[in-house]
């Protein structure tokens, strides 16, 4: 036993959804038992869903899907393709064989409803084809459970419900109403219902014509009493059947009315219909006939072929004999002399579904014939239109969706209605997810400041009506763009107001960097040209002292006749010579380093620079020479060319300007101090008296001694080289003691 509750198994196929709606419509909400809706199903059926019961009761339902407690006052749902049984005070899932031909699902659940829960098992059968249900019926009632069958004259389909009744006599046979109720009186008070109580009245004739012998006194007042309840029933038809003709009656009057009044509609109706029989004679025809035959209304029984018509066809004869054939109407659109009209004819059937003839009507369609020439020409011209609309339409969409530009549409409410998908190309952001949005939700890609602009600007075409064109920048994707930003005004076609924006959007980025690198250029020619300006004077002045002596050197000779004065003086014109030759080597040299402008910027690093420049210095090292590194800042990106030179004139300086009176030693250093990265090269050579010539030590052509050969261009050079990319070089120098070059280099 099951927890000592009722279960009722509910056996439904075919028509069954309607009865079981009813028999719950007629379940109290706490009826004190379960119930399992057992489907005849097909395996492709996707049975019954609670869905379809909620309206018929508050009970809760479940579709079975694993191994469920029963608890009562609760509905169970069967799965498609399983079998349902009952196990341990649970519903389990049994898979149906998959080559199984007969679905046995509901034997299978009463069979198990009986075994497990004996004299509190239920089975009730509904609507259904097939017998499914019947053997399991037998079950329940052999182990004392009540067997309830819906009435064969109540269901949609009777063969289940018949099934059960000739397999074994159910306890209950009515409709679902009166199974619901039945069942509850049942549950409620089992010991007050004799299962076999319900005796036709067949049963009871015979029952009362035994002999009295073999009944009892309180047998024969029963049954008396049930001859007069019968009595009772019979006269209760009698008045029913009397109240049955009076209604009949009304039902006469009320066709004679109503044929009255087909007649007048008939005879007042302007569609124009003929009755004609099997052999095409006239029958019955409407006034407005005559329009298209030349009939009267004495014409009746006469083939209608008799007649001449009005209208320009002539295979009437045919189309009847087709549709009384194959008993299926013809339309035909027919020509008349007016104008033009629908021809149907259609079989004319009796109540008993017998052909009987054709009934054929015409309607005047001229008018409508006209309209619809009207509207195939104005649809042709619209089609046209439409054609060339879509034409201009795809040659738009193509021309937005292939331009660099972004384009986007807005209307006065700043809604954006279309953006072309190079949207994506500038932002990385789908076109469709900005459809539909607020012009706000291009924070998704720019700044807020930068949206508030575009909206302002936007605010103004709608204020004052006109395009307007601007330059603005955005911040995108870590990168700041440069766009020249146009906004159209759109009209309504219909209205003649303002209704959209078109913003056209050209990304000027790499035309601004190029604007930007020709202006840098610019300013380079600029400071090129004045230091050029400012390098010829200075030239000029340094050549002009080797030229006077030149030139007084060339006088004197001249005026010179003593040979050995004239050599001597010969010897000095040679030196002044050099001197210019020197002079305009340098210039060269200071020129070339002027014009190496185009070298990129690479991260370098100090160690393999120095090392680099030593190894090329080797030869003129001494070999007591001591070096000295403290490279804290390790790289720079720099331009590598100027940064070898940088290094090596420094070093090549402090080789030449060293002292003779002690090891030369060498300290180089690099550090990071705020933007720049810091480089010391610090001596102890001779050194300088810096004070007096702090102001020309970076000049062109100026030597402070003649300790060794030069130019005096290196410091000018390097000085050049270091101001060009942004940086400054400071000298501290003792006379005796060395000198220090601090180079302040910017990261390029």
Not at 118 to 128: H, M, P, Q, V
């Amino acid at each position: 036993m099951t927890d000592d509750i009722y279960i009722t198994g509910i056996g439904a196929s075919a028509g069954g959804t309607d009865a079981l709606k009813t028999f719950f419509e007629n379940i109290p909400e706490k009826p004190n038992t379960a119930f399992i809706i057992i489907q005849h199903l097909d395996r492709k059926q996707k049975g019954f869903t609670k869905e379809a019961l909620t309206s018929s009761t508050s009970l809760p339902i479940s579709q079975v899907d694993k191994r469920t407690k029963i608890t009562k006052n609760h509905i169970y749902l069967i799965p498609p393709k399983y079998y349902i049984l009952l196990e341990d005070h649970h519903l389990v899932l049994e898979e149906r064989p998959p080559l199984e031909k007969v679905n046995t699902a509901i034997n299978t659940f009463f069979t198990s409803l009986a075994r497990h829960n004996g004299d509190k098992s239920i089975a009730i059968i509904l609507s259904g084809l097939g017998s499914d249900g019947a053997k399991g019926s037998q079950y329940v009632k052999e182990q004392g459970g009540m067997v309830m069958v819906q009435s064969p004259d109540s269901a949609t389909y009777s063969s289940m419900p018949l099934g059960a009744i000739i397999s074994d006599q159910p306890d209950v046979i009515g409709p679902p109403e009166k199974l619901a109720k039945d069942l509850i009186y049942y549950i409620n008070q089992p010991s007050s219902i004799d299962k076999a109580k319900d005796i036709t009245s067949n049963n009871l004739i015979k029952e009362i014509e035994k002999p009295e012998a073999e009944l009892s006194p309180a047998k024969k007042q029963h049954n008396s009493d049930q001859l007069e309840a019968i009595n009772e029933e019979l006269q209760s038809s009698n008045e029913e059947l009397k109240t049955a003709n009076a209604e009949l009656k009304n039902k006469i009057d009320e066709l004679t009315i109503l044929h009255r009044e087909v007649n007048n509609l008939f005879m007042s109706t302007q569609i124009a219909t003929i009755f004609l029989d099997r052999d095409k004679r006239i029958r019955k025809f409407t006034p407005a006939v005559q329009k298209y035959f030349n009939v009267r209304e004495g014409d009746m029984g006469r083939p209608i072929y008799h007649y001449t018509n009005n209208f320009s066809y002539g295979k009437l004869r045919e189309d009847i004999d087709e549709v009384l054939t194959s008993m299926l109407p013809v339309n035909r659109e027919i020509k008349e002399k007016n104008g033009y009209a629908l021809m149907k004819i259609i079989p004319y059937k009796t109540n008993d579904m017998r052909i009987e003839g054709v009934i054929v009507t015409f309607i005047d369609i001229t008018e409508l014939k006209e309209t619809n020439l009207k509207l195939e020409n104005l649809t042709k011209d619209l089609k046209e239109r439409s054609l060339k609309l879509e034409q201009s339409e795809n040659y738009w969409k193509t021309l937005v969706e292939n331009t660099p530009d972004i384009v986007c549409r807005l209307n006065k409410n700043g809604i954006i209605t279309y953006v072309n998908n190079n949207i994506f190309n500038h932002t990385g952001i789908e076109s469709g997810r900005l459809m539909g949005k607020n012009l706000m939700q291009f924070r998704l890609f720019i700044e807020e400041d930068e949206v508030k602009e575009l909206q302002k600007q936007l605010d103004m075409v709608f204020k004052h009506k006109k395009q307007i064109n601007y330059y603005q920048n955005f911040s995108t994707n870590n990168s700041q763009k440069h766009f020249f930003i146009t906004l159209l005004p759109e009209w309504s076609v219909q209205s003649n107001k303002l209704e959209s924006v078109l913003l056209v959007g050209r990304d000027i980025s790499n035309l601004r960097n190029i604007e930007l690198r020709i202006e840098d250029k610019n300013r380079k020619l600029e400071e090129l040209n004045q230091y050029m300006d400012n390098f010829v004077h200075a030239v000029a002045h340094d050549l002009r002292s080797p030229l006077t002596n030149l030139k007084l050197i060339l006088e004197l000779i001249e005026d010179e006749s003593d040979p050995d004065k004239q050599e001597f003086l010969i010897s000095r014109l040679g030196r002044s010579v050099s001197r210019i030759d020197d002079i305009l080597n340098g210039l060269i040299e200071i020129i070339g380093s002027q014009k190496r402008t185009d070298e990129l910027a690479k991260k370098i690093n100090f160690h393999r620079v120095i090392k680099k420049v030593l190894e090329q210095l080797s030869n003129e090292l001494p070999k007591d020479v001591e070096v000295k590194l403290d490279i804290q800042a390790e790289t720079i990106v720099h331009t590598r060319g100027y940064l070898y030179s940088i290094i090596r004139n420094l070093l090549s300086n402090a080789i030449k300007y060293r002292s003779d009176d002690r090891p030369l030693v060498l300290n180089i250093s690099t550090k990071q101090e705020g933007e720049y990265v810091v480089m010391d090269i610090k001596d102890n050579g001779i050194g300088m008296d810096f004070e007096v010539i702090k102001h020309d030590l970076f000049k062109p052509f100026k030597r402070f001694t003649s300790k060794a050969d030069g130019k005096g261009i290196g410091l000018h050079i390097i000085k050049s080289m270091i101001e060009k990319t942004g940086g400054k070089i400071e000298v501290n120098s003792e006379k005796g003691k060395g000198t220090t070059f601090s180079v302040y280099f910017k990261n390029q």
